[in-house]
Each structure stands twice: as structure tokens, then as C-alpha cells.
């Protein structure tokens, strides 16, 4: 595994209690990867993941502009790839290495795939949807773009904690599950609350001309899951793992669809 010049900047970025060491050459950038993770930032000494990260400018020998996301393992270690970014992440060791153009939003996007190689191996996994705390559990609210994840954050109450109105994370709790806060934000750009509490229910966005709340089959919810699940790998062995994951997270959890108005009385009907 390549790995940069020695003399680098640290920040450790935790996320659903899985710290990950950032090490870069560019003090600089190491602060604005502070103000970018502000809220989610802590000691590394018990980080079990650093990557060094290697800022490319310009990006003429990264290869294809239009290069989709590529996830794959070689010999034990997983190789990211998109156009503006290559890593590399050996698991066993617990060490990667990243060579990228010179924005968080590069870095954005592999905490985000490597979070979702994390939580498959505990059965749990990052969701498109909405998700806040109140009266201690979690809801989650989960539909593609358009289904009205933000709105549905804009409107909550003042007594929720939002923990993201795009992209949440689920863990195994047990036999439950528990919804952390996460720094990936949407339309209302500005991270959820590091905290986290049991899960409640699982609301899928629906918009209509009332407020109403259905009951739904557990194959539908199902369907509807998986859609909604972010997963990057090409491989095949790991998506038998999400399936099973998310079969045993429907059978868990309570899931409803959810049909809204796009106004604050929508959150009289939530319980």
C-alpha cells in the first residue's frame, strides 16, 4: 500500500461510535476538516481506522472525469475509486491511505463509503432518510430524493433532536437497533446532533392530500429498504449480508408508511 511523505496533521472524526484518524501533510486543509466535522470530533488515541490523505491538485492523472463510484476488495484490501478521489484500505491492519483533490467533499464521500463497509459487518448500515430523537426514541423517515426528508426535518417540533435529514445511521443494539447523529447533511445543510437513542419506528415518505399513517407489508417494507440502503461494494458475498441484515431489521423494527401534507400538523399524527 502507497503511503504519503511523513509529518502530518491529525483529526479523528467519530461517527456512530466508530472513530476514524484523518492524517494529512496540509494544515490547512486539517482545518477545514475541523470546521467540517465540528460536533464530531474527538481524541484519536482509540481510533482503530487512520487513513493518510494525500491532497492532488490538479487532478489531470487521477484518470476519467466521469468516473462512477467503485468499491472493491483485492487480496484483503478495499480499493475506492471515483474521479476525484483513490483510496485504499487494508481492514486487518486498520491503516488506508487516500490520495484526493483538495475538498471535504472528497473526504465526505469515502467516510461515507467506508462507514457503510463498518456497519455491514455488524448488521447494521446508512439509510436515506431523515431521522431525529423525541420522548428518547428515534424515528426515521426514509424515501429517495423528493420524498420530503427535509421537509419533514424543517417541520419538527422544537422538543426533537434532529440526527439528519438525509443520511442516517443505524447500529445493531442486541437484538434492537440504534440510530446515531451524523455529520452528512441535506438540503438544510447543517449536521445532526452527535447523540443517538433506540429506535422507534421507520416512516416512509409518502407526499399526499392528508395526514395518515398505514400499516404495510413486511415484504413491501422490505423492497422499500433495500432502495433506500447506501451500499457502494461490488461484492457479492457482502450483498447477501445487507439482504440478511435488512431482513432481520424489517422483522424488528416497526414500519409504517407515512402520507403528509407539507406543514406542522403532519407531527400530530406521529407517535
Request: with cysteine; charged share 25%.
Amino acid at each position: 500500500m502507497t503511503t504519503p511523505a511523513t509529518g502530518a496533521h491529525e483529526i479523528c472524526v467519530e461517527i456512530g461510535s466508530h472513530p476514524v484518524l484523518l492524517r494529512t501533510p496540509d494544515h490547512t486543509y486539517r482545518e477545514r476538516l475541523a470546521n467540517r466535522y465540528a460536533g464530531f470530533l474527538t481524541d484519536g488515541s482509540h481510533a482503530d481506522l487512520k487513513f493518510d490523505i494525500d491532497l492532488v491538485a490538479p487532478l489531470d492523472d487521477m484518470g476519467d472525469d466521469d468516473v462512477e463510484i467503485e468499491v472493491e476488495a483485492r487480496s484483503g484490501i478495499w480499493r475506492l475509486r471515483r474521479s476525484d478521489f483513490r483510496a485504499e484500505w487494508d481492514c486487518r491492519a486498520g491503516r488506508g491511505y487516500i490520495r484526493q483533490a483538495p475538498t471535504p467533499y472528497s473526504t465526505d464521500s469515502i467516510l461515507r463509503i467506508v462507514h457503510t463497509l463498518l456497519l455491514a459487518g455488524e448488521g447494521g448500515f446508512l439509510l436515506h432518510a431523515a431521522s431525529c430523537i423525541r420522548n428518547g426514541r428515534a424515528l426515521l423517515f426514509s424515501g429517495v430524493s423528493g420524498a420530503g426528508k427535509t421537509t419533514i426535518s424543517r417541520l419538527a417540533p422544537a422538543d426533537t433532536t434532529l440526527l439528519s435529514d438525509e443520511i442516517s445511521y443505524i447500529r445493531r443494539d442486541g437484538t434492537a437497533y440504534r440510530a446515531f447523529g451524523t455529520p452528512f447533511f441535506g438540503e438544510l445543510a447543517r449536521p445532526g446532533d452527535n447523540c443517538s437513542a433506540p429506535l422507534g419506528t421507520l416512516f416512509f415518505l409518502e407526499k399526499g392530500f392528508e395526514n395518515k399513517i398505514e400499516a404495510i407489508p413486511k415484504s413491501e417494507a422490505l423492497r422499500k429498504l433495500l432502495r433506500n440502503i447506501l451500499f457502494f461494494a461490488e461484492d457479492p458475498d457482502l450483498v447477501k449480508v445487507i439482504f440478511r441484515s435488512a431482513w432481520e431489521f424489517v422483522e424488528r423494527v416497526s414500519m409504517s408508511r407515512l402520507t403528509f401534507l407539507p406543514d406542522e400538523r403532519v407531527w400530530s399524527v406521529i407517535r
